[in-house]
């Protein structure tokens, strides 16, 4: 994704804590995330493999809560599917974002982005809700 690093790097200058949540084996997720070179960046990395729960379930969303030591609503999580990744955050109680352009347009979901760097307005807008 274009932006990638550059937006983990700003994320944690800001000092946010970092997460992937994946559907999958625990090694293959590892070894994505090491040869893509930003593991660094994360403070948990968690997928169904690991914790015996699969996206959509709450449970995958809020061990990954639990493990960075916040509430779920506390969360904001970004996903590409609108199952999945959106209503499955949202059910455990997180803030989510849509990344368009990965499946079939979901014209229910509110708040949606298509490059990465947008996630700073949500954020903006987050922190002025708390």
Known sequence: MPQAEHVLKQLKAQGYQLAVVSNGGHDTRLNTIRGLGIEAYFDEIISSGLVGFSKPQPE???????????????????GDHPVNDVQGAKNAGMHALWMQGFHPDADEIQHKIRQLPEIFTHLHMLNQLK
């Open 60 to 78: 995958i969303f809020q061990i990954t809560a639990e493990r960075l030591g916040v509430q779920p609503d506390c969360c904001l999580y970004i």
